[in-house]
T-cell receptor, first 111, second 114 residues
Framework: KNQVEQSPQSLIILEGKNCTLQ??????????LRWYKQDTGRGPVSLTI?????NTKSNGRYTATLDADTKQSSLHITASQLSDSASYIC??????????FGAGTTVTVRA | NAGVTQTPKFRILKIGQSMTLQCTQD?????MYWYRQDPGMGLKLIYY???????DKGEVPNGYNVSRSTTEDFPLRLELAAPSQTSVYFC?????????????FGPGTRLTVT
């Protein structure tokens, strides 16, 4: 069964600090992976997409990495802002397009 | 451009009641999806549609029905509501399946069945 595990479940950081979220998956064969940001009470919004051949991709202060060999991805948030407080969801697609969603990591940024 | 809209935002149902969750997209996407999101769990696909008149079951279809008479609308019907259907429901749409094309999500409907 295809699975996506995210860690930590939640974290609290001070404004201006960096943090890294982890995503481990068992999806195979692997097609691509997206990180979504979900603000409280809203639907998820895509931050970045990575294909199996990409190692790193940035979107402003968000940088995603992918190691397709170890089936791991990470999302690094640099110089966190209060608006980064949200749930971050890792989604993986095998070649048959049946998406697997992680449970998400809840990030709380405190002033 | 409104994107994906859902109504209602909140609803409380009694056990055994029925309701329809509305979803509309204005991006002319052929693919539309209904998900449910339970606390501490990843989104689960209930039903999806690849175009007007074509729908198919996802992972957790029991207790739900859908229809797709137009490209824009994809309502989700709950018959005989049960407490297990208490959840947040998201509708999404995309140009194509998989992750190569982004799925755009609506704001969600928070449903409580008591």
């Amino acid at each position: 069964k295809n699975q996506v595990e995210q860690s930590p479940q939640s974290l609290i950081i001070l404004e201006g600090k960096n943090c890294t979220l982890q995503c481990n998956y068992t999806v195979s064969p692997f097609s691509n992976l997206r990180w979504y940001k979900q603000d409280t009470g809203r639907g998820p919004v895509s931050l970045t997409i990575m294909t199996f051949s990409e190692n790193t991709k940035s979107n402003g202060r968000y940088t995603a990495t992918l190691d397709a060999d170890t089936k791991q991805s990470s999302l690094h948030i640099t110089a966190s802002q209060l608006s980064d407080s949200a749930s971050y969801i890792c989604v993986v697609a095998p070649r048959d397009y049946k998406l697997s969603f992680g449970a998400g990591t809840t990030v709380t940024v405190r002033a | 451009n409104a994107g994906v809209t859902q109504t209602p935002k909140f609803r409380i149902l009694k056990i055994g009641q029925s309701m329809t969750l509305q979803c509309t997209q204005d991006m002319n996407h052929n693919y539309m999806y209904w998900y449910r999101q339970d606390p501490g769990m990843g989104l689960k696909l209930i039903y999806y549609s690849v175009g007007a008149g074509i729908t198919d079951k996802g992972e957790v279809p029991n207790g739900y029905n859908v229809s797709r008479s137009t490209t824009e609308d994809f309502p989700l019907r709950l018959e005989l509501a049960a407490p297990s259907q208490t959840s947040v429901y998201f509708c999404a749409s995309s140009y194509a399946p998989g992750l190569a094309y982004e799925q755009y999500f609506g704001p969600g409907t928070r449903l409580t069945v008591t």
